[in-house]
Structure formats: C-alpha cells, structure tokens
C-alpha cells in the first residue's frame, strides 16, 4: 500500500524522505511542488534525482478526494462534496470577496457535538477525517481554482476550519494540516487568516494556543448555561466561565488580539434584549476594561428537523446595536452561497452516522426553549 504525501506537513514529509535516504531538501522540494504547484505526478517534479522520482512511483502518490458534486452560487460562492469513503461525504466552500478568497473546509464526516441549529449536527457523526483528507480540500480547490481562472497567482487567501465538525475533537489531524497551511514553502498563509473555529473544546484550546496558535472564533450562541446546555450540549462539561476564561489565555499566544465570538441568531430563543445584556455583563466582566472580543451575529439558516426560525433582520440589528453601544464590535454575517445550501450551519455531506443524531435530535426538540432563555 503506498502513502499519500497530502498526509504529511513538511516536518513529516522530511522524515518519510529521510526512510528514503534522502537529504532534507529533497523533502522541501517535493512539499513546493505537491502544495506550491499542485503536482500530483512525479514526472512532472524535474528538479529532483531521477531515482528519488522512481521511488516515489513505487511507494507514494499524491491523490485528491473524488468529487461527488460542485455546486455555484448566483455570487460566485462555490460548494464542492468530497468523497471520503464508506458511505461518506463531507463539503467544503469558497468564498470569493473583493479582498480576500476564504475556504471553508471541514475536519470530520459529520459532528458528534450536536448543536441544535447545525445541520452537520442533526446528521450524527462517523470519523475523524485524515490530514491528507482535511489537506485535500485546500489542494484541490486552490489548483482547481487557478486552472478555472486562468492564473498561477494564489486564490485563497484565507482558511476557516468552520466547515463540517468540531475541529479540536480531531486535533491529531489537524494540527499537521494547519501546518502546512502556514509553512512558506506549501501555501504560506499568515497565521492571521488562518481561523478555527471550536464549540468550545476547552483543553485543546489550551493545547492550539501552544502547539500551532492561529485565529479563534468560538460558537457561543448563548449568554447563560442553561439555554448554552440546550443549544451547544458541550457547554455542559465545559461551562461559559471556563470557556471564557480559555479564550483569555489563548489570547497570550494568538496572532490576533482578540476572539471572534460566533452568535448565531434564533428568533425567540436567544435573540431579546437581555440576552445582549447578559452578554455585555460577561465580557464587561473579564479582560480588565480591554477590548479583548468581537461578535459576529449570524443569521440562522432554517432546516425542517431543527424546529427553529431566522430572528427578523430588525431585531437582529437592534441586538447588534446594543453590542456596539456597549463598546464590543459587533457585526451581522453576510449571508453568502445560501441557494446552493452554503451558508453557515446548512453543510451536512452525506454521513455514515454512528451515534443515533436523528433520534436524539427529536428527543430534544421536544424541549421549550424559552423556558431556559
């Protein structure tokens, strides 16, 4: 069986090289050409020894996803399904903005956090997703895009890992893609544009912050536990306070010099005028009077087995308002790629699930929500 080199970021890939016997620069050479270029046949990669290249033919390739479907918005967002084996399938999306081209790529085949207003959630969960997997999704899409636009300058500018799972929960895949992501000689993004967004994995915030700190949004979606408990269920092992007090001190590493707070708005549930309050308490209450967060307010995206609504454009506003009168930026997502169900919270892929989701989502329809807010 040979090893796909999407699998490796260029620390592992010096060390396959190195059971090659081969020198460290043969591996740097060969991670330009997979990652800078998007080589995937060996013949075409000139500047290495002949006999490194026939090694390779025998014991490696350098293999995408097979894609299911491509998909593209009336704004030019495009939605690509990976197959990833099994029965499975997981999305990815690009983004394109005047300023900046953002893919969105996703870490698992499915999610097992189970969050009430995410589609992904609502499919259950099968696997972690490899390295070469998650690699994968950034390979094809930035070479495919070059090819379609007729340019060898880079496209994607910016990577969320927002897509399909909880990417802490699969942290061992992760941290060598992210990488890669960074390392000037594969697509050397800046650790600024680089973002992970997490329901609040709060041990493996701290490992990020060590390990490989880049951007941090973190899903919160409420402004007290019990209503947290109902929609995000990891909060009830690791509360707001101790989240909070994790993004304080990722802060210590972060490129950026805040947390992007991601808030998505549901009509009736989480979206009143003392729900920002709460919020402006909890933030007031950390940081010592520095402006340390920013809310991003994101219009829910409906599915038929959630049981929830959109909050209304002019209550979403006020609730925004508040926020910025309060001294914490707050902006309002823009909606993009949602005719071709893009959107933030609508990727599900298609999961072999294994934890029953359908069946427990029911079960916690059933629960009022406003008798927790």
């Known amino acids: 069986m040979t090893t796909n080199l999407l699998d490796f970021d260029l620390e592992g890939l010096t060390a396959y090289c190195e059971q090659l016997g081969e020198k460290r620069f043969r591996a740097t050479q060969l991670f330009r050409w997979i990652h800078q270029r998007g080589a995937s046949d060996f013949d075409q990669m000139t500047d290495l020894a002949k006999s490194l290249r026939e090694k390779l033919k025998s014991r490696a390739h350098i293999t995408a996803l097979p894609v299911v479907t491509e998909h593209v918005s009336a704004d030019g967002t495009v939605k690509w399904l990976f197959d990833v084996g099994d029965g499975n399938a997981v999305e990815s999306v690009f983004i394109p903005e005047d300023d900046r081209g953002t893919l969105c790529v996703s870490s698992q085949a499915g999610c097992a956090v189970g969050c009430r207003f995410c589609s992904t959630g609502h499919q259950g969960f099968s696997r972690n997703l490899t390295t070469g997997e998650i690699l994968a999704q950034l390979w094809y899409a930035e070479h495919a895009l070059r090819k379609r636009l007729g340019t060898d300058e880079r496209v994607i500018s910016n990577v969320v890992m927002m897509g399909m799972g909880e990417p802490l929960q699969n942290y061992g895949a992760l941290v060598p893609a992210l990488r890669a992501m960074l390392d000037d000689h594969g697509y050397g993004l800046s650790r600024r544009r680089v973002t992970v967004s997490t329901s609040g ?62 808030y998505c708005m549901l009509d009736g549930v989480n979206d009143q005028p003392e729900h920002a309050r709460q919020l402006i308490e909890l933030v007031r209450a950390r940081g010592d009077g520095k402006s340390w967060c920013k809310f991003n307010l994101i219009p829910f995206n409906p599915f038929p087995a959630s049981g929830l609504l959109r909050s209304p454009a002019a209550r979403v506003t006020e609730f925004a308002n508040l926020l910025n009168n309060a001294g914490i930026v707050t902006t309002v997502r823009k909606t993009r790629g949602d005719d071709i169900d893009a959107a933030c919270g609508q990727l599900a892929g298609d999961v072999k699930d294994r934890t029953r989701a359908a069946e427990r989502m029911a079960r916690q329809r059933t629960i009022t929500l406003k008798q927790v807010s």
Do not use: G
């Open 201 to 262: 994995v709060v041990p493996m915030m701290d490992r990020l912050a060590k390990d490989c700190p880049v951007a941090l949004a973190v899903s919160l979606h409420a402004p007290n536990d019990p209503l947290r408990d109902n929609l995000v269920p990891l909060n009830k092992k690791y509360p707001i306070a101790e989240l909070l007090d994790a993004c304080l001190r990722y802060l210590e590493f972060a490129p950026r010099d805040f947390i992007t707070f991601e």
